[in-house]
């Protein structure tokens, strides 16, 4: 049979193997639970059934929708094909304005409304999310 | 205009002189002649030159607002204050990338100046390796992103730079990260070098390591500057949002300090020669691919100047070429490590060492992975994925437990082989009083959780032996400093998550709301002109639970060129807890969005911070002793 060093290092080897595999499954289950899909209205009105994970939708915020009330902001994310009813109670970053991309994050409530835990505008004026101006190139 | 050109010419000359470089030191090489010698060091020390010129060169078209030049007018503006149309100069892509090529032949220069003790031979193909980085780069500066090109008619006013890059700790911090990214270009040179010369030995261990704690310290202290300015300047009273450019920073950090750790192995022992190579490679590597995914687009943030698609595949293509060549270079001198020395027995500091080096690896890939999977998803089933930071949460966290613990024991254990003695008295009592302080903390919170019991126990156990480890003669000062530094990072972090507490809300002038017993109050509003914006200057009162009152003046500021609002936060820190207030505009309404944060221990992270590249220095200047 095989001597002991050969033993010893088949199951070093193999302790090694295990260690990698469990790693990367590891590494993938917690993936899959924490990624954001991101959608836009039109997606979302065309969704088979409502998902309970987090998404990102992502368009416009329509001309004339934001109101403000003490506690919280309401507003239409549109991709000029279909709109989604928004709101969030949390800052705002600055570059959140009527007629500008946005991508907000949170739960679906129905296909006509999102519960917004975060407000994403990225830092540039002349800067688009690319899924923004996918969306919008699409219409 | 004639400034211009004159970069323009400088920067041809010194990509020829890279070129002329190349084939000296090949020739040299091939001919194995020792004539010469002195010409390398003036035609290196011309090639920074040129370099040096064409920097100052741009800088200067910045500062006269130069718009003719094309660079100068995507990205300065007349009325921008002097200091901003300066570090303007390295805030955008051209600029940043002629910096790049700036530190890179100051590194030469240097390494051929420092290293006149090593043979020969091993700093000529240094040379030769760093001379085919820097030529690449100069083609890529030259084809794709020329800084000095041209612009006619000659337009009236520059389009002005982002108003948040316009901010002092934005100005510091490209020149501090890429000395520590390019610091890798070096160690990456260095290695092949050693590794056709077959040179890895104790003395070159020790001749790189310099080289290694110069580029770590600044990679440390860059990450730093970076987190600091996101903290205040995004307004979002955090400090890492495992945002993809932030992760592609940490990355080679992460690599850098396994080297780090391994080349001290390599010093002593002689092994790990493989490891140490692979590590020294696949630093600069990631620090590379680090600018290709920033600078190509793939990544939108605000290190993406402009996405031109040119400038990605030049890079990936360049990228592509060095790491076959390393490769290449790896199998084709394959190093065989002396049998009798390869043995490592379990209980030694060979075994600790390499235990980081796992830990590292393991934090790396993670962080990879989290990083590209969304790359590699939207190209192979174009669905479009963000990741979020409870991944990185979840895979790392944990695994800081055992690594902390190691840390703690890892430095008293012995090289080659070391005994299992009695289990001395004081880390039992080390242990037991970590856990009784951190149970005493955490049970005084509502978050009641065995895990960050767990973790905070680890944390000040790192903590205590650290601080013990100063008054043993054995120590190494710099290894414990750092070591010192990071538990303190880790304490800090950790208060900082479970005390942090916040309310944001939308708010008019003279509106009160009640926070954690105390109160907010917003007094009033002013509005001032500014060189290029109006500022919108706020009054919040801040009253606590004792009816302390503070008062915070957060800022939004209204850019004309380009328009863009900016908030400035406010924050009163001290020693034990930042105050953070933000506001931000919203338009047409009477409202303001209002964000209050109470952030404890914010001020240890970054003295921690500062810690951990100490530790690094002190180390440094030990070794140019």
């Given amino acids: 049979m095989y001597g002991k060093k050969v033993k010893l290092r088949i199951l070093f080897l193999s302790f090694i193997f295990l260690t990698i595999i469990l790693t990367i499954f590891l ?32 368009g416009m915020v329509k001309e004339g929708s934001i109101q403000t009330s003490s506690n919280q902001i309401s507003f239409i994310i549109t991709d000029f094909k279909h709109e989604i009813n928004v709101s969030f109670s949390g800052a705002v970053p600055n570059l959140f304005a009527e007629g500008k991309g946005v991508v907000a994050e949170g739960f679906l409530r ?30 | 205009m004639l400034v211009s050109q004159l970069g323009y010419y400088s920067l041809i000359l010194g990509l020829i002189l890279s070129l002329g470089l190349l084939s000296y030191s090949f020739i040299c090489l091939r001919d194995g002649n020792n004539i010469l010698q002195k010409n390398i060091y003036s035609i290196s020390f011309l090639q920074l030159f040129s370099v040096v010129l064409s920097f100052f060169c741009l ?33 955008n892509h051209e600029g940043s990338l002629l910096l790049w090529l700036l530190v890179l032949t100051l590194f030469i220069f240097l390494f051929l100046v420092s290293s006149k003790n090593q043979p020969k031979k091993y700093r000529l ?16 500066l030259l084809f794709t992103s020329n800084p000095f090109s041209n612009l006619f008619p000659v337009p009236k006013e520059g389009l002005g730079l982002n108003p948040i890059l316009q901010d002092p700790a934005l100005a510091i911090h490209p020149p501090i990260l890429y000395l520590g990214y390019v610091g890798s270009s070096i160690i990456f040179s260095s290695s092949l070098a050693a590794l056709v010369q077959k040179n890895i030995n104790r003395n070159w261990a020790k001749h790189i390591k310099k080289w290694i704690l110069v580029s770590w310290i600044f990679l440390t202290l860059g990450i730093m500057l970076g987190a600091i300015w996101a903290y205040y300047e995004l307004g979002w009273g955090g400090f890492w949002f495992w945002d993809p450019v932030e992760n592609v920073s940490l990355m080679p950090w992460l690599c850098l300090t396994a080297l780090l750790h391994a080349i001290i192995v390599l010093e002593k022992r002689l092994i790990l020669k493989s490891w140490t190579l692979i590590l020294s490679i696949a630093t600069f590597t990631l620090s590379m691919s680090g600018t290709f995914l920033v600078r190509s687009g793939i990544l939108n ?19 592509f070429v060095l790491i076959f060549l390393s490769v290449l270079i790896f199998f084709f001198y394959q190093i065989k490590e002396n049998d009798s020395q390869k043995k490592i027995f379990w209980l030694s500091k060979e075994t600790s060492i390499l235990i980081n080096n796992w830990f590292m ?51 008293k254990i012995k090289w080659i082989k070391d005994k299992f003695k009695k289990i001395r008295i004081y880390q039992i009592i080390f242990l037991v009083i970590s856990f009784l302080i951190a149970y005493l903390i955490i049970n005084k919170t509502s978050s009641q959780y065995l895990f960050t019991t767990v973790l905070i126990a680890a944390a000040f156990y790192l903590f205590f032996n650290t601080l013990r480890d100063f008054l043993r003669k054995d120590s190494k000062l710099s290894q414990n400093i750092s070591h010192f530094g990071f538990s303190i990072f880790i304490l800090s972090i950790l208060f900082n998550g479970i005390f942090s507490n916040e309310i944001s809300a939308n708010m008019k002038i003279g509106d009160e709301i009640k926070f954690n017993k105390g109160l907010i109050k917003f007094k009033k509003i002013e509005i001032y002109k500014e060189q290029n914006y109006e500022s919108i200057i706020a009054s919040f009162e801040i009253e606590d639970e004792k009816k302390n009152i503070i008062t915070l003046n957060p800022e939004i500021r209204i850019y004309n060129q380009p328009a863009i609002f900016t908030s400035e936060a406010d924050i009163k820190s001290s020693i034990f807890t930042d105050k953070f207030l933000v506001m931000s505009l919203l338009k047409g309404e009477d409202y303001f969005n209002v964000r209050y944060q109470n952030k404890p221990f914010m001020l240890w992270i970054w003295i921690s911070i500062s810690f951990v590249a100490f530790g690094g220095l002190i180390s440094f200047v030990k070794k140019i002793k």
């Fill in chain 1, 27 to 58: 590494v993938l289950k917690s993936l899959e639970e924490n990624v954001v899909y991101f959608v836009s209205p039109t997606e979302i009105k065309n969704l088979a059934e409502l998902d309970k994970k987090k998404v990102r939708v992502g």
């Fill in chain 1, 110 to 139: 129905d296909r006509n409304f999102l519960n917004a835990k975060k407000i994403l505008a990225k830092h540039d004026e002349n800067y688009m999310p690319p899924e923004v101006k996918e969306a919008l190139e699409i219409k």
């Fill in chain 2, 59 to 91: 800088i200067y078209s910045f500062i006269i607002s130069d718009f003719s030049n094309e660079t100068v007018y995507n990205n300065s503006h007349t009325t921008k204050p002097i200091f901003y149309k300066i570090s303007g100069t390295w805030g």
């Fill in chain 2, 125 to 140: 193909l240094t040379l030769f390796f760093q001379q085919i980085i820097i030529s690449g780069f100069f083609l890529f």
């Fill in chain 2, 301 to 319: 943030s605000v290190h993406t100047f402009a996405n031109d698609p040119k400038r990605g595949i030049f890079i990936l293509i360049f990228l």
């Fill in chain 2, 361 to 411: 690896m393991y934090f790396l890939s993670v962080i990879l992975i989290g990083t590209t999977y969304p790359i590699f998803l939207e190209v192979l089933i174009e669905e479009k994925i963000s990741v979020g930071p409870p991944f990185y949460y979840k895979l790392l966290v944990p695994f800081l437990i055992p690594f902390l613990i190691f840390m703690a024991i890892g430095p």
